[in-house]
Structure formats: structure tokens, C-alpha cells
T-cell receptor, first 115, second 114 residues
């Protein structure tokens, strides 16, 4: 049972354009969402997060949007740069999960930014 | 620099053999986690520990064991009972196991069967 889904395995965009990565979830108890970026042979790096009390969080070129009614979040990267090429994972947690800090991850989307 | 160190980077296991993956952090984090990543899949939680001398099973704990004798160390043993151990293993830590605490990851260990 995949509670967090990234339905696009890959995405290719031109340098300078917008990259939009999508994530859907099924568990309505999730109230905290994160995006991680991963290069080959390295561990994931935390990128940006959003709590369910917000619908948007911005950090430089990265913006995360949350649509609770649709159980959908997206990561926008503007402008995209070749160094952004990596695998992006979304993750979710529920504050009612007994304070375990447990994260549920999606399958990942490979972003390629072409020069 | 503060961070999480996983060793070795590559590890090979023979049939019937137990192997131990090392994870050390100098971030003074209370919580530590072990994940497994398979191709085309997200990270799945194996075990986690919120405090020294305490740990809990994650979603796929069968065939694995852990210990947390020191705050900075959380080794994972892949036992012979784990029939499909080939995967990329990631260790993570966070300041507290509370809502809103991002986890910080090491660079992983790739385990293969000989």
C-alpha cells in the first residue's frame, strides 16, 4: 500500500525553465511534508518542507505547494539549473504517529535539466 | 564538520553470513534511523531509535537487528535470515523524533550478495 506516490519516474526540462515535481498521498493523517534531493551514490539532502497549516512555502528558487483537499503537493524549481539534475523524493509524516518522527517516502522522480 | 558517516561504502555478503553496517553521527542528534532503498522504490524504514538503549522496528525489520549503546552510533546487522539483502542502505538522524524535524542522511552502504 503506497501511501506516498510520485507517479512520474522522470522529468526533463530546459535550463532556465520551471521544473514541477508532483507527489500524491492517501493518508489524511499526514500533516508534515518534505522534499529531499539525491545525487547518485550519496544520501538524500533535505530541501524544503511544509506543514499542513500552510499551502505554500518558499525558499529561494524552491517553492512547495500543498493542496490538502486533493492530497497533493508539488515542488517548483524556478529557474531550473543543470546542477538541479538529481532524484527528488517527497516524504510525509503524521504528528499523531506517536512522536516517532517516522517518514513515508515516495518512489522518487529523476529530474534532468538540459543546458 | 558535523555529519553522518556510514561505512563501508560497498559490502559483499556470502550466503549464511551476517554483516554489520556502521553508522556514526557527530550532530548530537537523539534519533537515528535505518532505511533500505531498492531500485524504483522509495526509502523503507527498517529500524529507528529515539534514545540510547532503545529502538523500535520499522516497516521491514525482519532479518535485521540493531543496537544503540551510544548516542552517536547505530549499527545495523543484516542477518542470514534476510533472504534478499541486496540494496542500498541509508542511515539518518534527527534532533528529536518530533513533528517537523527533518532527517539528515549519510551517504549510504551498497550491499551485494556474492
Amino acid at each position: 500500500d503506497q501511501q506516498v506516490k510520485q507517479n512520474s519516474p522522470s522529468l526533463s526540462v530546459q535550463e532556465g525553465r520551471i521544473s514541477i515535481l508532483n507527489c500524491d498521498y492517501t493518508n489524511s493523517m499526514f500533516d508534515y511534508f518534505l522534499w529531499y534531493k539525491k545525487y547518485p551514490a550519496e544520501g538524500p539532502t533535505f530541501l524544503i518542507s511544509i506543514s499542513s497549516i500552510k499551502d505554500k512555502n518558499e525558499d529561494g528558487r524552491f517553492t512547495v505547494f500543498l493542496n490538502k483537499s486533493a492530497k497533493h503537493l508539488s515542488l517548483h524549481i524556478v529557474p531550473s539549473q543543470p546542477g538541479d539534475s538529481a532524484v527528488y523524493f517527497c516524504a510525509a509524516s503524521a504528528s499523531m504517529s506517536g512522536n516517532t518522527g517516522k517518514l513515508i517516502f515516495g518512489q522518487g522522480t529523476t529530474l534532468q535539466v538540459k543546458p | 564538520d558535523g555529519g553522518i558517516t556510514q561505512s563501508p561504502k560497498y559490502l559483499f555478503r556470502k550466503e549464511g553470513q551476517n554483516v554489520t553496517l556502521s553508522c556514526e553521527q557527530n550532530l548530537n542528534h537523539d534519533a537515528m534511523y535505518w532505511y533500505r532503498q531498492d531500485p524504483g522504490q522509495g526509502l523503507r524504514l527498517i529500524y529507528y531509535s529515539q534514545i540510547v538503549n532503545d529502538f523500535q522496528k520499522g516497516d521491514i525489520a525482519e532479518g535485521y537487528s540493531v543496537s544503540r549503546e551510544k548516542k552517536e552510533s547505530f549499527p545495523l546487522t543484516v542477518t542470514s535470515a534476510q533472504k534478499n539483502p541486496t540494496a542500498f542502505y541509508l542511515c539518518a538522524s534527527s534532533a528529536r523524533t518530533e513533528w517537523g524535524q527533518p532527517q539528515h542522511f549519510g551517504d549510504g552502504t551498497r550491499l551485494s550478495i556474492l
